[in-house]
């Protein structure tokens, strides 16, 4: 069974804060994703990355950045966290760039006070 | 870009009901799929159909790239079909989402 797993399902930081938000996918796909998804606003791509130690930028990469030093594992980092990235942060994989399908985890909910 | 329509916004039906929710797409896509997200959050993969007709257990899905359409079928719908469903296609260089169809079902 496919499976991706994130850290945390929920999450409070405070304003200023580096956060760390942690997915990991046990299908050796090649492909990971980060999205945010807000009221009114739907999905939107934040990062993805296509291989290791490789990332392209998405819609609104602006005050996040990401790491992925190992295959299975793609991190979001919120340098500094602002009140304006409270949100629900989705991670998906898929084994190809776009022809294939997307996996998503569970959600994290993050709340920044 | 790539727009993508679902249709209706909400849909308030009563268990054991049947429902058709639809997506239109602006362009010929090659990446298409539905989701459920649960009431916790989760996108739960549905189908991945870029043409043609699936059919897993209550649920069916058919799609029609030459005109550029969708339909999820629901049928015999459950209090745990609640929830959200989305369908998304590939546009140049990402998975471009719909607006959702809210779905409520009750007892």
């Known amino acids: 069974d496919v499976k991706v797993t994130q850290s945390s399902r929920y999450l409070v930081k405070r304003t200023g804060e580096k956060v760390f938000l942690e997915c990991v996918q046990d299908?050796?796909?090649?492909?990971m994703f980060w999205y945010r998804q807000d009221p009114g606003l739907g999905l939107r791509l934040i990062y993805f990355?296509?291989?290791?130690?490789?990332?392209e930028k998405g819609d609104i990469p602006e005050g996040y950045s990401v790491s992925r030093e190992k295959k299975e594992r793609f991190s979001l980092i919120l340098e500094s966290a602002s009140t304006n990235q409270t949100s629900m942060y989705l991670c998906?994989?898929?084994?190809?760039?776009?022809?294939?399908?997307?996996?998503f985890g569970p959600g994290t909910r993050l709340t920044v006070l | 870009g790539i727009q993508v329509e679902q249709s209706p916004p909400d849909l308030i039906l009563q268990e054991g009901a049947n429902s058709t929710l639809r997506c239109n797409f602006s362009?010929?896509?090659?990446?298409l799929q539905w989701f459920h997200q649960n009431p916790w959050g989760q996108l739960i993969n549905l189908f991945y159909?870029?043409?043609g007709t699936k059919q897993n257990g209550r649920l069916s899905a058919t799609t029609v790239a030459t005109e550029r359409y969708s339909l999820l079928y629901i049928s015999s719908s459950q209090t745990t079909d609640s929830g959200v469903y989305f369908c998304?296609?590939?546009?140049?260089?990402?998975?471009?989402f719909g607006t959702g169809t809210r779905l409520q079902v009750f007892p």
């Open positions: 159909i870029p043409s």
């Open positions: 998906a994989s898929s084994l190809r760039v776009w022809d294939n399908e997307q996996f």
């Open positions: 990355s296509y291989d290791v130690k490789m990332k």
């Open positions: 998304a296609v590939r546009g140049t260089d990402k998975l471009i």
């Open positions: 362009d010929s896509v090659n990446n």
């Open positions: 299908m050796d796909h090649e492909n």
